[in-house]
């Protein structure tokens, strides 16, 4: 499976890249929204993951712009939200995020919704 990965922390990259590609995924990187928008629609990947907050962008701007392209309207969205965060949750839900899940968590609830929202 395709991941698109928007994470501005190289820390964080590497993270994901080992939990994701252990599973067996193919995993891209952006590290501000409106590159992760551009490489969304050139990679149509199976599935984005999106941190919240991210640079330069909104994340509610780029869940909108996401579903209005014809490429990536159904695409499942991961948002990775901090504890104060929480609250903006259905924010993000009513914007077309598949699901959120709050900062920190462990490797196999993100497979685990991983799984769920891409099968």
């Not at 993270?15 to 590290?31: C, M, P, W």
């Not at 991210?54 to 712009?65: E, H, M």
């Not at 839900?93 to 891409?118: M, T, Y």
Request: hydrophobic share 45%; charged share 20%.
């Amino acid at each position: 499976m395709k991941i698109l990965v928007v994470e501005n922390d190289p820390y964080t990259q590497k993270i994901f890249q080992t939990i994701l590609a252990k599973e067996g995924h193919t995993v891209f990187f952006s590290s501000a929204g409106e590159t992760g928008l551009l490489f969304s629609n050139q990679i149509v990947p199976d599935l984005i993951v999106l941190d919240i907050p991210f640079s330069n962008t909104d994340g509610v701007q780029f869940l909108r712009k996401l579903r209005l392209a014809p490429e990536t309207e159904i695409v499942p969205v991961i948002i990775l939200l901090s504890k104060p965060q929480e609250i903006a949750r259905d924010k993000y839900i009513n914007a077309g995020a598949s699901v959120c899940l709050i900062k920190p968590f462990r490797p196999w609830e993100l497979l685990a919704q991983i799984e769920d929202h891409c099968h």
